[in-house]
């Protein structure tokens, strides 16, 4: 049986499209310091620092070793993960083993990127395999659009939902102070008269390439209810892998690729007695790359059946006011420091059940969350926070 | 397009003969451009001082390792130093800033408590020294880089 | 007149940040192994399409694969060739031109990436020779078009330049 691990401690830097400012450790060593006052900790507490970045994107090989003054991380345990998208999300589970062990009781977790270092999107085509990938690839974006234009088909959703849930992103990231993109869009018209991208995908509909950090603090249980009086639980998590070898990673028209959302949310479903998930989990911090994405996934994660994604954004469920809560933080499509984005799911789940998450707190009390990570050809990782266990 | 894949004799293996070639933009960040603008504008070589560790680190840095503070006092360091170790590549690669036989060394300027890695110039490799002392050859054209500093060159 | 204390007057001035670019590209070599080889093979001396099939459960897998994924038996050397002509099912434009890591600059593939539904029931990803956005659809009948000339081929799946539009 695993130790109980707590959120103790959450930082974040103000995420930007570029931080001219401060070089990437110091960007990192930002978001270490306000976990750190967040959780009234000193850097000589922490037993182990993870890492969580691609450095492809930056073209900075082994970050991790070239900050260790900035973060804190000297002569401590540790290590960097990259597992594409789902980096953040494999980082949080790394530190969560690190003190569910029972060997360590202090644990900061980090995930970061610099994207004004280089172009993501050419770092993304360059990791597919040479011979395949370089042919038709056109990065991650190609395949969210040919998803987009698949999901269209097949459920009958419309533009027009994907412009509900690129206002409620927006309307979310303008009360969010972390955000990145804050547009102050009014409308779903003003979304539908903005540009194509990638086919179907507006310049709207994608996340940004945002550089920024983001901190968590986990502790043992005797640790975290000595640190703070509002200790987030983390109750559980799950990772899920595979390699599609059939058709469109992200919306797949034969009916036979094995989605690892199924997979991950059937096991982690079952091990906390998650029955109806809407009903079960007060809200879900998700990671959505685009919003024709985020209906997809509203399906794949259980919150509804197949080809009802676009209904629950038609009928306001998944606002910030409404009954079941998705990414009032304004989600990836408002910032998106890729290494960082899952630990920011985090984050901003922690803060929900907290109460500390402001002008962008959901108005119904939560007190189970759920945050997911998604990567690569669609890995998996969820992350079930509870304020109780 | 040139062709990008090779047939290897006798066996129906290709080699795919390809790049990542996506270019990097990195920042100093504030600490590191004010260093760098010294060597530029000043031919002023600065460090940062951490007052509860006494350490002065060169080139100027914004956090003490040890301690963990914030730094924020400014020190102007001699363009003298002590070389503490030195190698002399004759390896060719594309990222080098200059041709081989390059010779390089980690130096210590007077006043710093930090060494840190440049070239050594006007030196021929036999009489290179751990211990010995050099000066910086500041270039005419500076542009804002660690590379303002031509080399190190032996004093006396 | 009392005059003004110089400190007082002198100006704000923009701290100004050093921004250090870095280009120089990574070479790298990379191996087919010899099922891609087979593929390169069967594309550059007979202008055919190949996969290979999996002796448990007859599932023909391209890539071609060392193991297969579904049982994870060894494959073997069992190989098939697939039909040129499908319907494509997936599809998309470039509008931007994006960076291309591997030469080293941005261009707008002009292009539509399509994922296409060969006629035994395989899906082939692939680009289409339709370049007018108003003619693509959903559902539409292609053929794919190989490179004629012997010595261009032997790039593997870029032989086939193109899906082509047939009508039905």
């Known amino acids: 049986m695993p130790n109980r691990v707590a959120i103790v401690g959450i930082g974040q830097t103000y995420h930007k499209r570029g931080r001219p400012d401060v070089n990437q450790a110091e960007m990192v060593g930002e978001a270490v310091r306000a976990a750190l006052a967040d959780a009234q900790l000193s850097i000589k507490e922490i037993e182990g620092v993870f890492f969580s970045n691609m450095e492809t994107f930056e073209g900075i090989y082994l970050p991790d070793h070239g900050m260790a003054a900035e973060v804190g991380s000297f002569g401590k345990p540790g290590l960097k993960v990259c597992t594409g998208g789902t980096s953040g999300g494999s980082v949080v589970v790394e530190g969560f083993y690190f003190v569910a062990s029972g060997l360590y009781d202090l644990a900061l977790v980090i995930g970061f990127e610099k994207q004004d270092c280089g172009d993501t999107t050419a770092a993304i085509t360059a990791a597919t395999t040479p011979v395949w990938g370089k042919g038709a690839a056109t990065g991650a974006i190609g395949e969210f659009a040919k998803q987009a234009l698949s999901y269209m088909e097949t459920s009958g959703a419309k533009e027009e939902h994907a412009a509900m849930v690129r206002l409620k992103a927006d309307r979310g990231a303008c009360r969010n102070p972390y955000a990145h993109l804050k547009l102050g869009l009014k409308s779903v018209d003003e979304i539908l008269q903005s540009g194509y991208l990638v086919w179907p995908l507006r310049l709207l509909d994608f996340c940004p390439q945002s550089c920024g950090a983001c901190a968590l603090i986990f502790a043992s249980e005797g640790s975290a209810k000595k640190i703070t009086k509002k200790p987030v639980w983390v109750a559980d998590v799950e990772v899920v892998h595979q390699e599609p070898f059939r058709a469109g990673i992200f919306g797949d028209p034969t009916g036979q690729e094995t989605y690892t959302q199924h997979v991950a949310c059937e096991r982690l479903y079952r091990r906390n007695g998650i029955t109806n998930p809407r009903k079960d989990i007060d809200m879900a911090e998700i990671y959505e790359p685009s919003n024709w994405e985020e209906m997809n996934l509203y399906e794949h994660l259980h919150f509804c059946e197949k080809n009802e994604g676009w209904k629950l954004i038609e009928k306001g469920i998944t606002e910030m006011e409404g009954e079941f809560p998705v990414n009032p933080s304004g989600g990836v499509i408002a910032t998106n420091p890729i290494g960082a984005t899952p630990v920011i799911r985090v984050a901003e789940a922690a803060l929900q059940i907290r109460g500390d998450a402001g002008e962008h707190q959901a108005t119904r009390d939560i007190k189970t969350a759920l945050a997911t990570a998604l990567g690569g050809p669609n890995w998996t990782v969820l992350t079930l926070l509870k304020r109780s266990l | 397009m040139s062709k990008v894949t090779e047939k290897l004799e006798g066996m129906n293996v290709w080699i795919y003969h390809g790049q990542i070639y996506i270019p990097n933009i990195y920042s100093a960040g504030a600490v590191g451009s004010r260093f760098l603008v010294g060597l530029r504008d000043k031919k002023r070589i600065m460090g940062t001082r951490c007052p509860t560790c006494n350490r002065v680190y060169v080139p100027a840095r914004s956090v003490c390792k040890d301690c963990f503070s914030q730094l924020d006092e400014w020190i102007e360091v001699s363009h003298q130093g002590t070389v503490l170790s030195y190698s002399v590549c004759h390896q060719p690669n594309p990222v080098q800033p200059v041709e081989t036989p390059l010779v390089y060394g980690i130096i210590q300027l007077d006043g710093a408590d930090t060494g840190f890695v440049h070239m050594l110039g006007e030196v021929d490799p036999e009489q290179l020294r751990v211990g010995m002392r050099v000066q910086a050859v500041f270039k005419e054209e500076r542009v804002a880089s660690i590379l303002d500093i031509k080399y190190f060159k032996p004093l006396g | ?168």
């Open chain 3, 1 to 168: 007149m009392a005059r003004e204390s110089p400190k007082k007057k002198a100006k704000e001035s923009k701290p100004e940040y050093i921004q250090v670019a870095f280009n120089t590209p990574r070479p790298y070599n990379w191996s087919t192994g010899k099922y891609l080889g087979k593929f390169y093979a069967e594309a550059k001396e007979n202008r055919k399409i190949v996969g290979n099939r999996c002796p448990k459960c007859k599932e023909i897998w391209l890539q071609p694969t060392v193991v297969c994924p579904k049982c994870k038996v060894d494959m073997g050397w069992d190989w098939v060739q697939l039909p040129q002509t499908g319907t494509v099912t997936q599809y998309t434009y470039l509008v931007y031109p994006l960076w291309d890591p591997h030469y080293g600059e941005k261009w707008a593939n002009p292009y539509p990436s399509a994922m296409i539904l060969l006629d035994n029931g395989f899906y082939y990803r692939a680009f289409l020779e339709e370049t007018d956005k108003d003619k693509l659809r959903v559902g539409m009948r292609v053929q794919a078009v190989w490179k004629e000339d012997y010595e261009e081929r032997g790039q593997g799946p870029a032989d086939i330049l193109y899906f082509r539009t047939i009508e039905d």
